[in-house]
């Protein structure tokens, strides 16, 4: 088992809602928690008795290595123009929605100005539906995700223009 398999394994538990999974191998030992607030998951990976123990910590906002590299080439780029705005990540994990139901209007749209504590979207982890506010005042330039797409924990979600 790869580093890559625990990856997509770490992201199967987080995605389930279980709180901890085990599985044993011939050679391996693998035990994922998760916390009940969207805390750490641990990875407890044991190796043969005459080998030393690796512990390896991860959050469940793992990226692949290819996601890791585009987003690092594409950085310098968007970081110039970007610079000036004010990022609004996401608190936990869960599913985005840009409504409070599907017959209702969106919580915000591009080109809208928005102030502290105004309710912008609202994420779905475990069947609780959690209202994400915003923590500043100003104008939505961009929306960076879908609605009703999956968002990890400090995903960007919104840019804002503070001026």
């Not at 050679?27 to 990875?43: F, V």
């Not at 961009?142 to 999956?150: A, F, G, R």
Request: aromatic share 4%.
């Amino acid at each position: 088992m790869d580093i890559k398999d625990i990856q997509n394994l770490i992201k199967f538990v987080a995605k389930s809602g279980a709180s901890e999974v085990k599985l044993e191998m011939d050679d391996l030992k693998i035990t994922i928690k998760t916390g009940s607030e969207g805390g750490d998951t641990t990875i407890v990976h044991q190796a043969p008795a005459q080998m030393p123990q690796q512990v390896i910590t991860a959050v469940p906002a793992v990226a692949p290595a290819a996601e890791v590299a585009a987003s690092i080439e594409a950085t310098p780029a968007a970081a110039t123009e970007d610079s000036k705005y004010i990022t609004i990540k996401s608190p936990i994990i869960g599913t985005f929605y840009r409504k409070p139901a599907p017959d209702k209007p969106l919580f915000v749209e591009v080109g809208q100005t928005i102030g502290e504590g105004d309710v912008l979207c609202v994420i779905e982890a475990m069947k609780l539906f959690n209202e994400i506010e915003s923590e500043v005042s100003g104008k939505i330039v961009k929306v960076l995700v879908d609605d009703s797409s999956p968002v990890e924990f400090d995903q960007p979600l919104f840019l804002v223009d503070p001026s």
